[in-house]
């Protein structure tokens, strides 16, 4: 069989005078090494790419984390310059893009600003800068030079017994590392609760009626994917998942 291919969602980054579709090397490192799969970079276009045409190439979806914040007004919120920044068009791509995974029940993992865009795409808001919430921890990534130091394991998360990602990881507390000032508030109709944080911050989601692996974190399981043992099980289930869903097309061609 060959090696399942996986979709992975863009930034577009301003450089040089371009806009680049770009994707961390983390997530796609960790989907070659911890998940077996092979990525293809999705680009930022918004309508103009047919997104069931792609979908019917792919075996499965991953949402990757990024410093923007998915535009209030698409979970009808009042949209303030502070919330930024913004990428109009990942929010044209990533918010369809989802609806139509989860239609087609395919394996997806969603990972941070992939987590949220989750939810909104269902039909949730979020809640922003959550450290100056009463009673919330700082959420926010430690002020440091290297990437190490940023994606330290900074709190833990308990995770529900019985539920979709203690199937994967036990009913186990974990340590997370933490990069974000935003998180869900209304939970979208579809999703159910995986895991929190003590201050009560949803950590983890997964997608009700999901045949396979149907995920999303808060924290990011793709950075320590070669040396923490609960990041290593998420990427390795993700892929026994595409490798499903890649065996069942091959067997149907
Ligand atoms: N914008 C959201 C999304 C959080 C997220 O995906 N963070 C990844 C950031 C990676 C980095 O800082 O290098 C929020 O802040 O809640």
Redesign the pocket.
Known sequence: MSAPVVLVSCDVKELDGYAWHAA?STYLEALVQGAGALPLLLPSMGPAIDLDAVLDRVDGVLL???????HPTLYGAEAHEKDG?FDSRRDTTTLPLIRRAVARAMPVFA??????ELNVALGGT?V?E?QDMDGRRD???PEADS?DA??ALAHHVEIVPGGKLAAVLGDARIDVNS?????IGRLAPGLTVEATADDGTIEAVSIDGAAGFALAT?W?PEYWVGSDAASSRLFAAFGAALREVRGARQAAE
């Open positions: 961390p990757t984390g990024s410093r923007s914040n998915v920044p990972i941070c600003r992939g987590l949220q979020l922003s959550v959420h926010r990534a990437q940023r994606f990069l974000h000032r935003q998180a808060q990011h």
